[in-house]
């Protein structure tokens, strides 16, 4: 046995998280390192999303909105979703995209902030956010400005109004310090609002420690949630009252049965909702949920690092004509990218041969590693296929 394959077999043997991969449904002819994009399926959900179509919606008709729990699944997932990520409870609401809950959040922000008119963006950011917060400038006469993480603390200003940043970014797989940047923007008398998509459930997240402001984040990645699953959003707690959100709907009125013309919010976290809720997906995602069960998120991080860490030693012995971009150690996610020639190609090859990341132009093949299933056996076999590839 080799080096690598003994210290793999070693890594294994001493995971305390091994346990988990068999709750999710995947086969061993495939190494599955795109959960960063699509989380896999745990196998206990489709049973369950079946009672929610054929006995809730089937049989419980209209009366599951009240009677079965349908009305308030936003919130109550919400509370599922908030020790992953910092959150203090009832102050998390499940729905829409995160491309909504990015509006939602930079809009709140900026009329949190009277007189200030620069939204920063973090200029490594997931595109969608920098799209969104052109559009959130443009309807509040306020303007954008895109800056680098690194630079975030020299551009801020006592113009600014709020700095909406990744947690980690989705093509170096970098992590941004966000006790540091938090402080920074706060300082400056501004309100951030944090991009966890490739954060919450990939490490421990923090935001109420940090005094996060605002935080939003897809479902769909290390959450498991399934396709298209709702996003999060949470706020910190003593910003709730002042909440003004820009898509207050019915579902966010203190009192939505009265059908009142006159708008006024709930008190609550339920004020950040807007309209009818997902329901088959923010049940889907709630039985996705389960897998949290138990889960010590130190070890999830430690399993992480320790995954990227020996991914990477293997792509550095077995496939040296790819190159890590990803920072090491403390300072990086839960995903590993690598640069090389071709990297279409390269990646279009991996799948094939049953090693599935992605790839993103011009020459990123991206890993993503779910300590909840990932085995250190599928990093070396991953880099034992990419090292033939590029052979
Ligand atoms: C950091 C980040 N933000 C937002 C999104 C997209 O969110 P949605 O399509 O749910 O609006 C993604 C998708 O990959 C992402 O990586």
Not at 20 to 28: N, P
Not at 294 to 301: F, I, M, P, S, Y
């Amino acid at each position: 046995m080799s080096d690598l394959a003994e210290r793999a077999a070693r890594l294994d043997a001493d995971d305390p998280l091994a346990d988990r991969r068999d709750l999710f449904d995947l086969d061993d002819g495939v190494i599955y390192l795109d959960g960063n994009s699509l989380g896999a399926l745990p196998r206990h959900v489709p049973a369950r999303v079946a009672d929610v179509l054929t006995r809730q919606w089937g049989r419980m008709r209209i009366r599951s909105w009240t009677e079965g729990g349908w009305w308030d699944a936003p919130e109550r997932i919400g509370e599922r979703i908030a020790p992953l990520i910092g959150a203090a409870p009832g102050h998390v609401v499940v729905g829409d995209s995160t491309s909504v809950n990015v509006f939602r959040a930079v809009i709140s922000a900026l009329r949190m902030t009277p007189g200030r008119t620069e939204i920063l963006v973090d200029a490594t950011t997931f595109p969608t956010d920098g799209y969104i917060a052109a559009s959130a400038a443009r309807l509040a006469g306020a303007t954008v400005r895109a800056v680098h993480p690194a630079e975030v603390s020299g551009a801020l200003s006592g113009d600014t109004a709020v700095a909406l940043l990744n947690h980690v970014d989705y093509r170096s797989g970098r992590l941004h310090d966000m006790g540091t940047l938090t402080d920074a923007v706060h300082e400056a008398g501004a309100r951030v609002v944090w991009d966890l998509s490739h954060s919450a459930g990939a490490l421990p997240v923090d935001i109420g420690s940090h005094n996060v402001d605002f935080a939003v984040g897809c479902t769909y990645k290390y959450l498991n949630g399934g396709p298209g699953a709702p996003a999060f959003f949470a706020i910190r707690p003593d910003l709730l009252p002042r909440l003004d959100q820009p898509l207050g709907g019915w579902c966010s009125h203190r009192d939505p049965f009265a059908m009142d013309t006159e708008y006024v919010a709930a008190d609550g976290i339920a004020k950040a909702r807007a309209g009818t809720p997902e329901i088959v997906s923010l049940l889907t995602l709630d039985a996705a949920l389960d897998v949290w069960d138990g889960v010590d998120l130190r070890q999830l991080r430690a399993k992480s690092l320790a995954l990227t860490e020996f991914f990477v030693d293997c792509v550095n012995q077995l496939a040296p004509a790819a190159r890590s971009v990803t920072p090491a150690g403390e300072d990086r996610g839960s995903q590993v990218s690598l640069s090389c020639v071709d990297a279409e190609r390269v990646m279009a090859e991996l799948v094939a041969r049953g090693v599935v990341g992605d790839h993103r132009p011009p020459d990123l093949l991206r890993f993503g590693f779910t300590p909840l299933y990932t085995r250190f056996a599928d990093a070396l076999r991953a880099a034992e296929i990419l090292g033939e590839i590029l052979a």
